[in-house]
């Protein structure tokens, strides 16, 4: 009962507000007080990583942890560790569409929902970087009928991805309110990442919608989040994207695909 509680608060830990490198050291504490050495504080750490560049070690990380789970006949724990976030991270988008459509099988066969409409909005999110707007916004709806209302993240992903689709097909209004939103469910979470994200694709929303003001004004908050929470790469697009804004590059013009490299 005592690794089953520590595994639960792993996952509240590296969510939460803790910076990453304390996350990283609290993985370490906590896998020296279970035996036998157990695997998901690796996976956790695979999941921290990327968030300050190291991508070939979580690449190493989450490859190790998996054949653990692969040798033990875990299929759930390999479905949701894709390593889909560390794909994104690094702007490997085409990477991220594959490893987040896997998980999405595997799940499907085993009839699981819950988890899947979340990696279905990880799908959804890897064709919007790719520019294939029309497929991320079917996966993004399929999503949301599958999640349920209280599945803060679901609910947070599939609104953000829905409404920079609306906003590229010049649907400003649906954009608009989606936008709010997707803003009420990120102020109602203790997540900096998650609410990073949503702040910077509110911004394009709001940029693309012609509001430069509120476009620039959340992008600082995109900002403020990722320093909050340590993510030291999710500053660069929060920056460039505030950047561009402010220089008055036209909203068009602004590539989602590029790496954050």
Known sequence: MANQCRRWSMSAIIFGPMPVPEVLAWLDQQAAQIEPEPIWPGCYRAR????IGCFEQARAKLT???ERMIDRG?????ALNSGWAIESEAGEYAAAEAVARESCDLLEEMGERSYWSTHACEVAFALYHLGRYGEAKEWAGRALEAGARDDAVTQLMGREVLAKVAARHAQFDRARALAGETIAIADGIDCPEAQGYAALDVAEVFWLAGDDAEAGRQ???AGEFFRRKGATVATVPAGRLAEAIA??????EYDPASPVQ
């Open 74 to 78: 875990d299929r759930l724990g390999v």
């Open 64 to 66: 190790a942890n998996v």
């Open 247 to 252: 220089r008055g590059v036209a909203a068009h």
């Open 219 to 221: 992008a600082a908050r």
């Open 48 to 51: 921290m990583l990327p968030l």
